[in-house]
T-cell receptor, first 109, second 115 residues
Framework: AQRVTQPEKLLSVFKGAPVELKCNYS??????LFWYVQYSRQRLQLLLR??SRESIKGFTADLNKGETSFHLKKPFAQEEDSAMYYC???????????FGKGTHLIIQP | KAGVTQTPRYLIKTRGQQVTLSCSPI?????VSWYQQTPGQGLQFLFE???????NKGNFPGRFSGRQFSNSRSEMNVSTLELGDSALYLC??????????????FGEGSWLTVV
């Protein structure tokens, strides 16, 4: 069975500090990994996916197959980064997304 | 272009009743999937429809069902409602679903409260 674990329910950092949101997954094949973000009173939206290897809003995430991790990082946090962040996995075939429980990121001024 | 639209946004039902939720995907999107979000279980996949056919189903009882119409609009139905069905139900659409790298876009959700 596939599983996504986000160990931190809440992460609070100061503006300008580095941010790392952890995500570990369990899947026997080669999954597709995503980070979704939900800002206050907005809908869930895609932040980035591992196959794109892109940086969005200063965030990056690298898939580490050896450690089965897909941690989200940003070198300098901004107040507008405060939101719920969900790591998600899509396995082979046409299964739906498997989400982690989410991490509430709070950026303090 | 318009995003994924879900109706109704909020509703209250009584135990034992049934409910139907509606979803209009982004124009041109043929894959529609449904998710249940609760504080305890988080976001869980219900099912996915593509070209009017259910392509995948999550681990939910048969009381949860859905369908997709020829214009890609989708409905989900929950029969014999239980208190535990209280949740935010999210609809998502993408061009074709699958693992092709299509971006999945979410609606704002329908808040269901069962009393």
């Amino acid at each position: 069975a596939q599983r996504v674990t986000q160990p931190e329910k809440l992460l609070s950092v100061f503006k300008g500090a580095p941010v790392e949101l952890k995500c570990n997954y369990s899947y026997s094949g080669s999954p597709e990994l995503f980070w979704y973000v939900q800002y206050s009173r907005q809908r869930l939206q895609l932040l980035l996916r591992h196959i794109s290897r892109e940086s969005i809003k200063g965030f990056t995430a690298d898939l580490n197959k050896g450690e089965t991790s897909f941690h989200l990082k940003k070198p300098f946090a901004q107040e507008e980064d405060s939101a719920m962040y969900y790591c998600a996995l899509k396995g082979g075939g046409a299964d739906g997304l498997t989400f982690g429980k989410g991490t509430h990121l709070i950026i303090q001024p | 272009k318009a995003g994924v639209t879900q109706t109704p946004r909020y509703l209250i039902k009584t135990r034992g009743q049934q409910v139907t939720l509606s979803c209009s995907p982004i124009s041109g999107h043929r894959s529609v999937s449904w998710y249940q979000q609760t504080p305890g279980q988080g976001l869980q996949f219900l099912f996915e429809y593509f070209s009017e056919t259910q392509r995948n189903k999550g681990n939910f009882p048969g009381r949860f069902s859905g369908r997709q119409f020829s214009n890609s609009r989708s409905e989900m139905n929950v029969s014999t409602l239980e208190l535990g069905d209280s949740a935010l139900y999210l609809c998502a659409s993408s061009l074709t679903g699958g693992i092709s790298g299509n971006t999945i876009y979410f609606g704002e959700g329908s808040w269901l409260t069962v009393v």
